[in-house]
C-alpha cells in the first residue's frame, strides 16, 4: 500500500514539474516565424510603429521607421485611400537560435499601379525570447517572379 502511495506521489510530481517546466528544457518559449507574422501584421496592416519596434533589438528598432512612401505610412492611409496591403511568407529558415523569413508584399491601390516590396526578418534568440535582428525592405519595378535554378 505504501509503495504504491509513493509510485502515484512520484508520478503527480513528474507530470507537475514537466508541466511547470513547459516540457521545453530551458528553450525559449514561442516561434520565430510567430515573431515575424506579428511584426507584419503590426507594420504592414495596423501601421503600429511602436508596438513593430517592441518586437525588434534596440539596434534594428532604430531602422523601422515610417519615412515617406515607407509600408507603415502605406497601411495608415489603406482604407482612406482604397489600397489593400498583402504579403505572404515566400521564404523561412530556422536553425538553433538564428532564424530568417523572406515576405513579398503588393500593395494595390484604387487609382494607380501597384507597388511591389519584399521584405527580410532576421530573428533571433536573444536572452530567451525572439527578436528581429535585422529589416531589409526592397522595392522591386515589378510583379513578383519566381526565379527557376537550371
Known amino acids: 500500500m505504501k509503495l504504491r502511495n509513493i509510485a502515484t506521489g512520484t508520478l503527480i510530481l513528474s507530470l ?5 517546466c513547459g516540457g521545453e ?15 507584419m501584421d503590426l507594420y504592414y496592416h495596423k501601421a503600429n510603429i511602436k508596438e513593430a519596434a517592441a518586437l525588434a533589438t534596440p539596434e534594428t528598432a532604430q531602422k523601422i521607421d515610417p519615412a515617406p512612401g515607407s509600408p507603415a505610412v502605406d497601411a495608415s492611409k489603406e482604407k482612406d485611400a482604397g489600397q489593400e496591403i498583402s504579403y505572404f511568407l515566400k521564404e523561412k529558415s530556422m536553425e538553433g537560435k538564428h532564424s530568417y523569413a523572406l515576405y513579398l508584399i503588393t500593395i494595390t491601390r484604387k487609382d494607380a499601379e501597384p507597388i511591389y516590396k519584399t521584405t527580410a526578418l532576421f530573428i533571433d534568440l536573444v536572452g530567451e525570447a525572439w527578436k528581429i535582428t535585422l529589416f531589409d525592405e526592397k522595392i522591386h519595378n515589378g510583379p513578383h517572379q519566381e526565379v527557376k535554378k537550371g
Open 16 to 20: 507537475f514539474f514537466l508541466t511547470g
Open 25 to 39: 528544457g530551458g528553450v525559449a518559449k514561442g516561434d520565430p516565424i510567430t515573431v515575424a507574422e506579428q511584426f
